[in-house]
């Protein structure tokens, strides 16, 4: 009698098995696949809403805080915009020409014809209560080397400059070594650009520069500031007297990321700047 012996190979029933099994496998690495990518998707888009609000945060607090408020250097102030006088440029009075300009030891940028300035006055070295600080602008062309007749000789000449005081104050008035400072009108607020809301600069000219960006529309409050003078009460800017009573300004910033619908992120921070010099008066 003759034994049947089983050729190698699988029965129907153990290759559906085995194909059940691998698809249960590959179902398994799939989902885990996709759960990493969603995971991964969202741990970015987190990353970039927060990043987003730290860099415009940053930006209006490190502005804020070179401003005072007592010195006239808000301009306007609203809840989505603010408007000041921002510091760029700074140089040392290194001599006064009578009669003639002001030539400044320029540190760092150089001072350009139009530029805005402030410049500094201390009547009676031995007192305190008479600094003060004068506005100015330069009217005439800028010269790179001292003109004739000033004594510069122990300053840098390349970095010297001549600057037209402001009107109506004696240049003599101006003593040696008195710092000299530029500034430009800036304004810093919510803009909608190309279908999203950033946080842009305005200058004079009224050229917007949009810095950083997406946030949160007005309504959400992307950006706010709000305004307290030095009791901690609410100010609502309405006029010059009433920005010069402002001592702190409190900024929210409401950063999204850039994915669309559900995708997207928000992050938000808030920050109390204290402006420079308040705190003297």
Known sequence: MKIAHRR?????????????????????????????????REQRERIDSRQTTRTALNLLTTELREISATDGDLLSASEHELTFR???KMGVVCDVVAGSALHVWQLGEPF????????????????????RWIRGAISGTVSEVASPGADCTQ???????????????AVAE??????VRAYRSLTYGLYEVDGSWVLGRQGVDGNLVALVGPLLGPEENGLRFRYYNGSGTAVTPSGPASLQTI????????????GAGSAATVDSLVAQVHLRGNAWN
């Open 8 to 40: 190698p190979g699988f029965t129907v029933l153990e290759a559906l098995a085995a194909v059940v099994l691998s698809a249960v496998v590959l179902a398994a690495v799939y989902r885990t696949l996709i759960v990493q990518q969603v995971s991964y």
């Open 86 to 88: 921002a510091l760029r």
């Open 112 to 131: 350009e014809d139009g530029d805005s300035l402030l410049v500094f006055m201390d009547d009676d070295t031995l007192r305190m209560d008479d600094d």
């Open 155 to 169: 300053w840098d000449a390349p970095g010297i400059v001549a600057a037209l005081p402001a009107p109506g104050v």
């Open 174 to 179: 101006v003593r040696k070594g008195a710092p």
């Open 247 to 258: 001592e702190r300004v409190e900024i929210l910033v409401r950063g999204r990321s850039g």
